[in-house]
């Protein structure tokens, strides 16, 4: 076999005739006639040897189609002069050792550079994968198509709203970076474009599908329940009211409005408040609930602290709105308080008597 080096990609000079001499041992294919007889069959024209001469940069990796095709084609046809093995056999070697499903074929699609017995050779382990480099199987964005969000983590979730990569990351090594620094999406949502742009390859475009992402979750989140929606717990209403209160700065206080078999009517937000209480008197509180005729009636407000245990002043005010509600007729289902990761029910403690007391 030549040992002579052979031009690659017009500027670079590498032993291709030796790299494919590595190569054809490694997958153990001798000179046999079945071994030339599989690489006449596989073709000349298949996207693994494109593939394997773009990472060894004798195709510039911008090629693609026939141009690609037919410069590969060219380099193998060199490497069988160079070797003197035919350029069936050369075919198959090649092909053996970049096969997406071959047991000894580390130059796949997702390569394996460390295992690779021609890594010092080839140019691919100087820049980081992208996702399509990934089996269609593994990719975010078919995946999510193919099984559904709750299959998908919350790196590869952010990795389809940022797209592409940047800087030699795949979008999913950004997506990572992002999570990595600032912890959950409510801390992405919570900071400005300007500190998102401080993560390494995060630009004004991304930055901007970031928060363009998060701010309609935001709006999805903070949506009534619709008039008719029937409410089956405190459990369910906290899963709702989560979302709209979560990580408010202020006290909010809402009122919802029951008909008799406890489905909505109207949801309303009776006060905004300061940092640590809203200003909530009981007359605001039932003066639509009296003009929509509702039969009872659910009180919910956010403790900016995270921190769902009622105060005194939430215990005071419960029971003045339960005897509000008794005089005019209308009946306190529950008042219910939102934490960061949990909430406090009046109802489920059996905390709606007056101040102090339990109900019956």
Known sequence: MADSATELGGSTKKPLARVYCIVREHVGAGTSASFAAEG???????????????????IPRSWTGTKAADAARAALRDVAAASGDSPEQVCAAVLG???????????????????????????????????????????????????????????????????????????????????????SFRRLADCTAGELTRVRGIGPAKAAQVKAALAIAHRYAGEKLSAGDLVSGSEHLYAYMREKLAGLQKEHFYTLMLDTKHRIIREERVAVGSLSESVVHPREVFKNAIRESAAAVIFVHNHPSGNPEPSPQDRTLTAR???AGRIVGIQVLDHLIVGRDGYYSFAERGQLGPAGTRSP
């Not at 069959?41 to 773009?54: F, H, I, M, S, Y």
């Not at 050779?121 to 559904?148: N, V």
Request: charged residues 30%; aromatic residues 4%; negative net charge.
């Open 40 to 58: 006449a069959a596989a073709g000349q024209d298949r996207p693994e040897l494109v593939r394997w001469c773009q990472r060894l940069g004798a």
């Open 97 to 183: 050792f970049c096969s997406d499903e071959g047991e000894r074929s580390p130059c796949g699609r997702l390569p394996q550079c460390a295992e690779c017995p021609i890594e010092q050779y080839c140019d691919y382990p100087q820049r980081k994968p992208t996702i399509k480099d990934l089996p269609k199987t593994e990719r975010p964005r078919e995946r999510l198509l193919a099984a559904g969000q709750e299959a998908l983590s919350d790196v590869e979730l952010l990795a389809i709203i940022l797209r592409g990569g940047a800087e030699g990351a795949t979008a999913l090594d950004l997506a990572g970076r992002l999570l990595s620094t600032f912890g």
């Open 321 to 323: 709105l339960c005897e």
